[in-house]
């Protein structure tokens, strides 16, 4: 435990090894490399993971090449469920070298941003619709040495964006109402991700684009073809069957249509 939080320094020079099943991957998020438009990443959700045995279901699901741990925070009064804190991004801290990615469903993010930072969050993103000073709230996470992220539900067009476009790590597309795993995938969200890739080529920023709820078999491929390059995946990883198995596919299914992107 000691030696993982003596190498960890959380920031972008964090080097992780590259694990051996993965031919490409991203380390700490180099937004130097976010024009490589074949770089795809799993993102598990640990929402629908059997929380008495997390640290094993985050270790099989990076054994199926996840790089990425999606942390879902919910606040009940945002969304109407409740999760977790800063106290099982801590734990989770030691039981695993993949990155954190906080994904805030809260209001008022800067009275805990602080304390997911200081928990072991590598990433933090928050709601454009939960952030009355966004600018501030994007720059409080990078403060703390966090790569900052914005999400949008999906009734926000991509254009309430504009403005932070230039200092966001990356952009989270919810393509279902955020609160809840397992839900239908909404396809009228496609449009934003491709909207975002145009926007960042034409413009020249270097977010990364990532896509939440509904990711499974189905729709994996239609999200890369889109645009999308972190996937969010919850109940298609963890809710049946073996997670390094599950993983295994959905990223295979990623990677062949992202050689499909034109
Ligand atoms: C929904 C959460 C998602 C959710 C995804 O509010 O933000 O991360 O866990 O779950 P699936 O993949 O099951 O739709
Ligand atoms: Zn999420």
Redesign the pocket.
């Given at each position: 435990m000691l030696l993982l939080k003596g190498i960890r320094t959380k920031n972008r020079s964090f080097v992780r090894p590259l694990p051996p099943h993965r031919a490409r991957i991203s380390t700490a998020f180099d937004p130097s490399a976010t024009l490589d438009p074949v770089l795809i990443e799993l993102a598990p959700?640990?929402?629908?993971a059997d929380f008495a045995h997390l640290g094993d279901q985050v270790e099989r699901a990076t054994a199926g090449g996840a790089s990425v741990i999606?942390v879902?925070v919910?606040d009940g009064h945002f969304?109407p469920?409740l999760t977790l804190g800063p106290p099982v991004v801590k734990s989770l801290r030691q039981a695993t070298r993949l990155p954190l990615d906080c994904?805030l469903?809260i209001e008022n993010p800067d009275l805990y941003i602080p304390e997911f930072a200081d928990a072991g969050a590598d990433w933090i993103s928050v709601h454009q619709e939960a952030c009355r000073h966004l600018n501030r709230t994007l720059n409080l996470i990078k403060q703390h040495e966090c790569l900052a992220g914005v999400v949008i539900n999906p009734a926000t067009p991509v254009e309430t964006l504009t403005e932070v476009f230039d200092i966001v790590d990356y952009v989270l597309v919810?393509?279902?109402?955020?609160?809840?795993?397992?839900?239908r995938?909404i396809p009228a969200t496609l449009h934003k991700m491709k909207k975002l890739a145009e926007i960042r080529a034409a413009r020249g920023y270097s977010y990364r684009i990532e896509v939440?709820?509904?990711?499974?078999m189905d729709t994996v491929a239609e999200v890369v073809r889109a645009g999308a390059e972190i996937l969010?995946?919850?109940?298609?990883?963890f809710?049946k069957g073996d997670a390094k198995v599950n993983a295994q596919a959905l990223l295979e299914a990623a990677r062949s249509a992202s050689l499909l992107r034109v």
């Amino acid at each position: 435990m000691l030696l993982l939080k003596g190498i960890r320094t959380k920031n972008r020079s964090f080097v992780r090894p590259l694990p051996p099943h993965r031919a490409r991957i991203s380390t700490a998020f180099d937004p130097s490399a976010t024009l490589d438009p074949v770089l795809i990443e799993l993102a598990p959700s640990i929402l629908a993971a059997d929380f008495a045995h997390l640290g094993d279901q985050v270790e099989r699901a990076t054994a199926g090449g996840a790089s990425v741990i999606h942390v879902d925070v919910m606040d009940g009064h945002f969304v109407p469920n409740l999760t977790l804190g800063p106290p099982v991004v801590k734990s989770l801290r030691q039981a695993t070298r993949l990155p954190l990615d906080c994904h805030l469903m809260i209001e008022n993010p800067d009275l805990y941003i602080p304390e997911f930072a200081d928990a072991g969050a590598d990433w933090i993103s928050v709601h454009q619709e939960a952030c009355r000073h966004l600018n501030r709230t994007l720059n409080l996470i990078k403060q703390h040495e966090c790569l900052a992220g914005v999400v949008i539900n999906p009734a926000t067009p991509v254009e309430t964006l504009t403005e932070v476009f230039d200092i966001v790590d990356y952009v989270l597309v919810m393509s279902v109402n955020p609160g809840f795993g397992a839900q239908r995938f909404i396809p009228a969200t496609l449009h934003k991700m491709k909207k975002l890739a145009e926007i960042r080529a034409a413009r020249g920023y270097s977010y990364r684009i990532e896509v939440d709820g509904g990711i499974g078999m189905d729709t994996v491929a239609e999200v890369v073809r889109a645009g999308a390059e972190i996937l969010v995946a919850g109940n298609a990883v963890f809710g049946k069957g073996d997670a390094k198995v599950n993983a295994q596919a959905l990223l295979e299914a990623a990677r062949s249509a992202s050689l499909l992107r034109v």
